[in-house]
């Protein structure tokens, strides 16, 4: 079976999927879609795409496209994916999952009321270290886990100075949303625990406003808004009484980090970055390498959509977990602004 697709968004991760999907022999690129006449001209050339429109619903029409993927700025992932759904069009949305967990609600119940699978782009839950790491914890390996240490730390790494990337109504937010759904995302996944109770945050802007810290993603605008964080840190009490601290950044006086993520248990712990679990064998501590196959997993997470339309089954990315994913990234936000603590049900009532 091929599942015949459509691409909403074609900026820099819009083209990362297109380049992906062209090696998926179960997936046909059937169309394009932006706002944008020179991206779909420069798409349409480089990739064949058979059809583009500037005009997404134009592609929604289409009979001949089972699934999209979005890949537009955030504000517009709950519109598009609702409207996908409803268009009978299987999802797989980027990440964030949207702006407010209200939205990731409504996207999650057009899907079931409309029977059509969305996943969230979560790439890192497919990568074959996350899958081994995972296997680990799920059999055992560090017992009762009390405390997690995670995020991605950028020298200079803004993305689209002055673009939709750094304007708030657009991105709802800077590296939090960004970069620390992936931290986030993976801590908790990992530890399969998704239920916080509480957020104390902070965010601060020192080097976007003054227009450093440019990255090579995305595409500047000289002169465009920033009005989002560069930086964020948050403290998450977990309901079951566990710590998750969080620190991002596009920019900082700091080296380069990949996304980290350590992982405390009473029996066990894990470096993510170095693959390395700490353990103890007959009363002598041991540093075990864990050991995996390095994969592509842009192409995993869509085999895996393809499967999920293929056996009806759910996505890895389940309802609960995505709308509790955006209500720790919510209240984070709003903990920074309001200087306190938030009770994350309150973003989930909201």
């Known amino acids: 079976m091929v599942i015949r697709f459509g691409v909403i968004g074609c900026g820099s991760i819009g083209q990362v999927h297109i380049v992906n999907l062209k090696k998926i022999k179960q ?15 420069e798409v349409k050339s480089k990739y064949n795409i058979p059809y583009t429109y500037t005009d997404y619903r134009d592609l929604l029409a289409r009979e001949d496209v089972d699934a999209v993927i979005i890949a537009t700025p955030n504000r517009f992932h709950a519109p598009m994916t609702i ?4 268009a009978g069009k299987h999802v797989l949305c980027e990440k964030p999952p949207a702006i407010t967990t209200r939205e990731v609600i409504e996207m999650f119940n057009a899907s079931k009321k409309y029977n059509r699978k969305l996943q969230i782009g979560l790439m890192f839950r497919f990568l074959d270290k996350t899958v081994a790491f995972k296997k ?7 017992g009762e886990v009390y405390y997690a240490r995670t995020g991605i730390i950028r020298r200079s790494g803004i ?3 002055g673009s939709w990337f750094t304007r708030k109504r657009d991105a709802g937010a800077g590296p939090l949303y960004d970069i620390g759904v992936h931290a986030l995302d993976l801590t908790l996944w990992l530890i399969g625990d998704f239920k916080a109770k ?7 802007a020192k080097f976007g406003p003054r227009g450093k810290g440019m990255g090579k993603w995305g595409i500047p ?14 403290f998450i009490k977990m309901e079951s009484g566990a710590t998750i601290y969080l620190e991002v950044s596009w920019a900082a006086h700091a080296h380069d980090t990949e996304l980290f993520s350590y992982i405390f248990g009473d029996k066990g712990g894990i470096d993510y970055v170095n693959a390395i679990l700490y353990t103890e064998e007959n009363d002598r501590l041991i540093d075990k390498k864990i050991h995996y196959e390095k994969n592509n997993p842009y192409i995993a997470e869509v085999e895996h959509f393809i499967k999920v339309i293929e056996e009806d089954k759910e ?16 209240a984070a936000l709003k903990s920074a602004e309001e200087n306190k603590v938030i009770e994350v049900k309150k973003m989930l009532e909201a």
């Not at 409207?83 to 409803?86: D, G, L, S, T």
């Not at 605008?221 to 948050?234: I, M, R, S, W």
């Not at 996505?315 to 919510?330: D, F, H, N, S, V």
């Open 198 to 204: 509480s957020v104390y945050a902070s965010t601060y």
């Open 159 to 161: 993305p689209g100075m």
């Open 83 to 86: 409207e996908a759904i409803k």
């Open 136 to 142: 680990l914890i799920e059999a055992g390996a560090l």
């Open 315 to 330: 996505p890895l990315t389940k309802p609960e977990e995505m709308i509790y994913l955006q209500a720790i990234l919510e």
């Open 27 to 41: 997936a046909e690129l059937v169309a394009a879609a932006d706002i944008r006449e020179e991206a779909l001209k």
């Open 221 to 234: 605008v000289p002169g465009g808004v920033f009005d989002v964080e560069d930086l964020a840190v948050a």
